[in-house]
């Protein structure tokens, strides 16, 4: 879990392995053991990928609250624009009561948050590369029809 260099290979076993999981109920994933599926999770957050948001996404309907809340983490620090919207519904039945999940406790928006603001992030570097750019074609014909008139 803690692994920066699994190869390809293994990785994909990995997350071959948590598919297979994933389409089974609770109680036969307790029998394979939850915490296969709780690392699985958290090796996704190292190597983000479209496929990785996919499956975490796929695990944040999970009947289990722990693997649950480790996809929202998960989809907190890999997720894309996309992840958004899951993400609100997940956490919409705990948005307006005083009693937060128990596997969540005091961070129970934290994850949301954290997508949120790399989304909003993301969304303010590409408007800024959009304006660079638009101001060096700007400046570029400015620089043309002075050079002309020259």
Known sequence: MSRDDIPPVQLNKITDEMRRLAGMNIKEVQKVGVLNMLYGVRILERYPSSEHEDLALLLLDSEDSVIRSNAATTL?????????????????PFRYTKAAPSHEGPQIFEAEQMLLARVAATSRAATLSVVAVLTCVA???????LKKRS
């Open 139 to 145: 400046t570029g014909l400015l620089w043309l029809t």
């Open 76 to 92: 907190g620090r890999i997720g894309t624009k996309r992840s958004v919207e899951p993400m609100r519904k997940h956490y919409d």
